[in-house]
């Protein structure tokens, strides 16, 4: 059964780069898309981007000046860098695989909540 | 963007009810819609995927219907565990966007 877990810094200050990392177990990460979404605390969801395993990206253009994903087939992980961050930034933020028939997010991480505060 | 509007933001059934969730999109997306179950503290389930088809292991109380623009996620038979937020999501186009989510409480 894949198992993805998200791990990073909780908190960061405003105008820092937030990073985070998700591990794959279970399964090997060459194969299928890998995606990011996060959600506002008491908010709705945002997908923020997805990267295959090759290294071919698609990022919400809302996010995309400040958004870089890639992966790490060797340590079968993938991570995100969200730069400049304010408050607004703030959220859980979900690593998530595509399903195994489906063009849907079908495995996800537990989720991490990231604060931006000084 | 494809704006993703679902009705109601909250609804409160009781057990046994049959539950409805429409999801309309800005645009046509043929049948490029997904529906997820959120629980508390917990990270989002796929449930529909293809606007109608039911992912290995959900139960079958679920269903989901529509193409093009208007969508409904249907719950045959509301059980106690169902109580979550659904979300609907379309990936005809990038960026993906979901649904602002629908609160299903019990009465």
């Known amino acids: 059964q894949v198992q993805l877990q998200e791990s990073g810094p909780g908190l960061v200050k405003p105008s820092e780069t937030l990073s985070l990392t998700c591990t794959v177990s279970?399964?090997?990460?060459?194969?299928?898309?890998w995606s990011w979404i996060r959600q506002p605390p008491g908010k709705g969801l945002e997908w923020i981007g997805y990267?295959?395993?090759?290294?071919?990206?698609n990022y919400n253009p809302s996010l995309k000046s400040r958004v870089t994903i890639s992966v790490d087939t060797s340590k079968n992980q993938f991570s995100l860098k969200l730069s400049s961050v304010t408050a607004a930034d703030t959220a859980v933020y979900y690593c998530?695989?595509?399903?195994?028939?489906?063009?849907?997010?079908?495995?996800w991480g537990q989720g991490t909540l990231v604060t931006v505060s000084s | 963007d494809i704006q993703m509007t679902q009705s109601p933001s909250s609804l409160s059934a009781s057990v046994g009810d049959r539950v409805t969730i429409t999801c309309q999109a800005s645009?046509?997306?043929?049948?490029?819609l997904n529906w997820y179950q959120q629980k508390p503290g917990k990270a989002p389930k796929l449930l529909i995927y293809d606007a109608s088809n039911l992912e290995t292991g959900v139960p079958s109380r679920f269903s989901g219907s529509g193409s093009g623009t208007d969508f409904t996620f249907t719950i045959s038979s509301l059980q106690p565990e169902d109580i979550a937020t659904y979300y609907c999501?379309?990936?005809?186009?990038?960026?993906?966007?979901f649904g602002q989510g629908t609160k299903l409480e019990i009465k």
């Open positions: 645009q046509d997306i043929s049948n490029y």
């Open positions: 279970g399964g090997s990460i060459s194969s299928y898309y």
């Open positions: 998530a695989r595509e399903a195994d028939t489906a063009m849907g997010w079908g495995y």
């Open positions: 990267i295959y395993y090759s290294g071919s990206t």
């Open positions: 999501q379309q990936y005809d186009n990038l960026p993906q966007t």
